[in-house]
């Protein structure tokens, strides 16, 4: 039968640790995503996205792919080059002479033209090849998107580590102060060896948690260094964040619209239409005809009229376009304009798509963390607390003491995922709607 005895002074020296270990792992989750102590300063959210911008490889060769496109523009509004030609005729030996007398006898003709384009070809070149480069601005910012998602969850697995870590580094200690508890009792003829025993082995499973944890912080670091194309060794890169999540969200209805406003694909795809459009008048400026103009000067002094020796001429050349009226171009274009159409269609439901899957999982996180931060962290705690103090006067059992700690642990590991998963799904949604509406 269990008796309840006063605790002798080396024992209330312990438990007042303990206590203060107890509040101190009460407190750890909320600042599991703060920098780590070693004097060390870590990169924030605006930080790591303003490195990225201005080192990743793949944004910097899109981004000069726009700028290709951009220079097209100066191309297509070129006018055709004139055409200069000269030519001679006529160069003879004199016929009693026989002596060579290269400009006795040649005639000279230069000849200057021009192709006149009508239909104002010039211009709907130009035209297309400008919202050539929107469409090709659209995408680099579709491309930044996506990247940014990417890299939004390698900084959230980064936190994760860190608030994994900490949690475990936390449970160790904890777990440290219980086995120099126990031992006390141990000496003191209060606890049998066996049971000294299973405490102790008990502590493998918290030093392989940390070990594990420490793996995943590393790991995730090198993969947010590989984003940012970084070359600092993992020891001395560190980021910050909030590790926290936020149940107040807007409404759905807000998130679509958002989207429809700044999703660079869909502006591709409204964008291309658009293009689409401009190209088939071009197509049909194309199927109209351009003359040729020319000018010309010749000097002929073979005649015996000296007033016909040199003479000036025009001339214009019209194509007779019978048969090629460019029906196939125009035909192709006037198709492309509704599959450009159809393609808008098909973006903008995936929008919706994507905005409404996206808010889903963040509403469902929410829905899980509210009960975890408003009772499950604390009652897990005071279970902890309790039994673990009843086990200390002996008025529970060995299992109920050893449960009672794996039970708070699983809590505290599931609310830690739980944010991590919030905060990827908030992500998610940002990546979704193309702007960051949740930080």
Same mark, same amino acid.
């Given at each position: ?14 438990a ?35 490195? /990225?911008?201005?080192?990743n ?31 001679s ?12 007398q ?12 021009y #192709?006149?384009? @009508? ?9 297309s ?18 990247l ?9 697995d ?15 200690d ?34 392989? &948690? ?17 984003? #940012?194309? &970084? ?29 429809? &406003?700044? @999703? ?21 400026? +194309? ?12 000097? +002929?002094?073979?005649?015996? +009229? $000296? ?6 001429? #025009?001339?214009?050349?019209? $194509? =007779?376009?019978i ?9 192709r ?9 159809? =393609?808008?269609?098909?973006? @903008?439901?995936?929008? /919706? ?16 963390? @509210?009960?975890?931060?408003?009772k ?41 995922? =739980? ?21």
């Amino acid at each position: 039968m269990n008796t309840k005895r006063p605790m002798n002074l080396p024992e209330m020296r312990i438990a007042k640790r303990w206590i203060t270990c107890l509040a101190m792992c009460g407190m750890g989750i909320v600042f599991a995503g703060s920098p780590c102590v070693h004097g060390q300063t870590g990169l924030s959210w605006d930080q790591v996205k303003t490195k /990225f911008e201005s080192a990743n490889p793949t944004l910097r060769a899109d981004a000069i792919n726009v700028d290709e496109m951009k220079a097209e523009e100066i191309m297509a509004y070129l006018r055709p080059n004139p055409q200069f030609t000269i030519s001679s005729d006529g160069t003879q030996v004199a016929p009693h002479s026989g002596v060579w007398q290269p400009t006795k006898g040649t005639q000279l003709v230069n000849t200057f033209s021009y #192709l006149h384009e @009508r239909e104002h070809k010039r211009e709907l070149r130009q035209e297309s090849a400008k919202e050539g480069t929107q469409i090709a601005g659209s995408l680099h910012s579709d491309l930044e998107r996506n990247l940014l998602f990417n890299l939004r969850v390698a900084f959230v697995d980064v936190l994760q580590a860190k608030a994994v870590l900490n949690l475990t580094r936390q449970e160790l200690d904890y777990y440290d102060h219980i086995i120099d508890i126990s031992r006390e009792r141990f000496k003191t003829g209060d606890m049998a060896q066996i049971d000294l025993d299973r405490v102790e082995l008990q502590r493998v499973q918290y030093e392989s &948690d940390w070990q594990t944890a420490e793996v995943s912080l590393r790991t995730a670091k090198i993969q947010l260094l590989q984003l #940012l194309d &970084d070359k600092t060794p993992v020891d001395q890169f560190d980021v910050q964040g909030l590790f926290e999540f936020s149940d107040q969200i807007k409404a759905l209805a807000d998130f679509r619209q958002i989207a429809l &406003d700044n @999703r660079p694909d869909l502006k591709a795809a409204v964008e291309s239409i658009q293009q689409a459009k401009t190209n088939h008048k071009l197509a049909v400026s +194309n199927g109209s005809t351009d003359p040729t103009f020319s000018g010309w000067y010749s000097y +002929n002094p073979s005649f015996n +009229n $000296p007033n016909d020796q040199q003479t000036l001429g #025009l001339s214009i050349s019209i $194509p =007779l376009r019978i048969f090629d009226r460019n029906q196939g171009e125009k035909k192709r274009t006037q198709l492309d304009i509704g599959r450009n159409e159809e =393609l808008e269609d098909a973006t @903008r439901a995936q929008v /919706f798509s994507d905005v409404d899957s996206a808010y889903a999982e963040v509403n469902s996180n929410v829905i899980l963390l @509210r009960p975890y931060k408003a009772k499950y962290l604390a009652q897990a705690l005071r279970v902890r607390e309790t039994v673990t103090f009843a086990w200390q006067r002996g008025s529970a059992s060995l299992m109920d003491f050893l449960n009672a700690q794996s039970d708070y642990r699983q809590v505290q590991l599931a609310y830690v995922q =739980l944010v991590g998963s919030y905060l990827t799904a908030a992500g998610q949604l940002n990546l979704a709607v193309g702007s960051e509406e949740i930080r």
